[in-house]
């Protein structure tokens, strides 16, 4: 919000619905698929953005200077990397294919606070689960206007030129 710069949050689960067939990934190895999973990512992402496990089979992915069109780019880009990647099994000879689901949400298309900006991402994450799964999808609707948001912020250089006021120094 500061710099006035878009920020994109990529939330992924694993979708157990488009696992190979026959194989009990969900209980048998998932803990090893998710393991695999985050160098998966950090190949398809820059160096700037950051990637974390939320739980279970959820991920968050953090895009600075991302909008949405690159939202869109990133995570098809992801979802098709996991797509193709052959993943170890139950051991290193076994391969089995995963899907996930990507909900994006940017700031401030999506949302002008973190709590907002991930229950969007939430709600395109459950949109793509919705319609099918293997999907990422950018949430549909933009809850607020870039230009609306930047215009109530102060202006980034407003505090450079004026005296700081006084802090009260702790007793």
Do not use: C
């Not at 869109?72 to 052959?86: C, F, L, P, S």
């Not at 000879?93 to 298309?109: C, E, K």
């Not at 999808?137 to 948001?149: A, C, G, Q």
């Not at 202006?155 to 702790?170: C, D, H, K």
């Amino acid at each position: 919000m500061r710099y006035r710069r878009p920020l994109t949050v990529l939330l992924i689960e694993v979708d157990f619905e488009h696992f190979s067939p026959g194989q009990n990934v969900k209980w048998g190895m998932a803990y090893t698929i998710y393991k695999q999973l985050g160098p998966l990512f950090m190949r398809q992402l820059r160096k700037v953005d950051l990637a974390a496990r939320m739980g279970g089979e959820q991920f968050a992915l953090l895009l600075p200077e991302t909008g949405l069109a690159g939202a869109q780019i990133a995570g098809e880009r992801i979802r098709k990397a996991v797509e193709t990647h052959e993943f170890i099994g139950e051991d290193v000879s076994s391969r089995v294919r995963v899907a996930i689901n990507v909900g994006m949400a940017t700031f401030p298309d999506h949302g002008t606070g973190s709590d907002e900006l991930m229950a969007t991402a939430q709600k395109a994450l459950l949109l793509a689960r919705r319609d099918g799964g293997n999907l990422a999808l950018v949430y549909p609707e933009r809850l607020h206007d870039p230009e609306v948001v930047f215009r109530t912020l102060a202006p980034p250089n407003a505090a450079a030129g004026s005296p700081s006021p006084a802090r009260a120094e702790p007793d």
